[in-house]
């Protein structure tokens, strides 16, 4: 199965990626030095962005409306935290981790006018 990364974080050591198919639905973490795969968990379909906290070990997906939101319990072990509903089409996503907040573009759809959530963040 051919995967893309998405995100990286050298502090935990651990590069994220996406299989570069729709199904299965799942997020990869590898280890940067050995290339290992370390765990995988499912997310909401339509990834587009995924960002690591390393100051709150959590780890940001946004994807078609949704950001699922998982912990990291220890180097290996990630814990599904919620399920946030954003909107259609919501993949854009930044932390902005000195704020605290998250923020998520949706775009404009019919007479719905884009914008953009802002959720804070621990």
């Known amino acids: ?8 974080s050298m502090a935990a050591g651990l590069a994220f ?10 997020l990869f973490a590898n280890d940067t030095t050995t290339g290992k ?5 499912p997310i909401t379909k ?8 390393a100051g709150s070990k959590r780890l940001y997906t946004a994807a078609d409306g949704a950001v699922d939101v998982y912990e990291q319990t ?8 919620g399920k946030v509903p954003t909107g259609a089409m919501a993949r854009t996503a930044l ?18 006018a884009a914008e953009v959530l802002v959720f804070e963040v621990h």
């Open 37 to 41: 795969e370390v765990t995988s968990f």
């Open 46 to 53: 339509g990834a587009d962005d995924t960002v690591y906290d």
């Open 17 to 26: 990626a996406l299989p570069a198919q729709d199904a299965p639905i799942k």
């Open 95 to 112: 932390l902005v981790p000195s704020l605290k907040r998250y923020f998520v573009g949706v775009p404009a759809k019919g007479t719905t």
């Open 1 to 8: 199965m051919k995967r893309f990364f998405i995100a990286m």
């Open 74 to 81: 220890d180097p290996d072990h990630y814990k599904s935290i």
